[in-house]
Each structure stands twice: as structure tokens, then as C-alpha cells.
């Protein structure tokens, strides 16, 4: 049995669209702040990144928690 087959992989994002859905349009909504943030890392950089896009910050930070909370779930079936 391979470890990465194209079924699973399918599933995955059949039960997951929502989440890399808004995934993708955060990290969109960053760009140019990530990109800043990457190129010269400074303090008040991050702070206005974050005060400036509270949606997105909350949206990628919330979906860690909520692809693992599933993973748990799952797990226990």
C-alpha cells in the first residue's frame, strides 16, 4: 500500500475544501506584507501586519486548530 495515493489525497481535499479555501485567500490577502515581512523583519512590521489583517491572521491561526482537531477525530473512530 503506497503511502500518498491519489484516492486519499482526493478525500482530503473533498472534506477539506472550506478550510484551504480560506487558507489560500488569506495568505493572498498577505502577500505584500509577508513579503516585506520577509524581506526586512521588524517589530512594528509584524504589529501592523497583524492589526491591519486581523481576519486573515485569525484565519490561518484558527485553521491549524481545527485541521488537528479533526485529525483527533478521526483518529478515535
Not at 489525497?9 to 477539506?16: A, E, L, M, S, W
Not at 480560506?22 to 498577505?30: A, E, F, N
Not at 501586519?49 to 484558527?62: C, D, F, G, M, W
Request: glycine letters at 0%.
Amino acid at each position: 500500500m503506497p503511502f500518498f495515493s491519489i484516492d486519499r489525497f482526493f478525500t482530503y481535499i473533498k472534506k477539506n475544501w472550506l478550510q484551504i479555501f480560506l487558507i489560500i485567500l488569506s495568505i493572498y490577502d498577505l502577500r505584500t506584507d509577508l513579503r516585506i515581512l520577509v524581506d526586512f523583519f521588524t517589530f512594528s512590521t509584524l504589529l501592523f501586519t497583524i492589526s491591519e489583517h486581523p481576519l486573515a491572521i485569525t484565519v490561518l491561526i484558527t485553521s491549524l486548530s481545527l485541521f488537528n482537531k479533526k485529525k483527533s477525530l478521526s483518529n478515535s473512530n
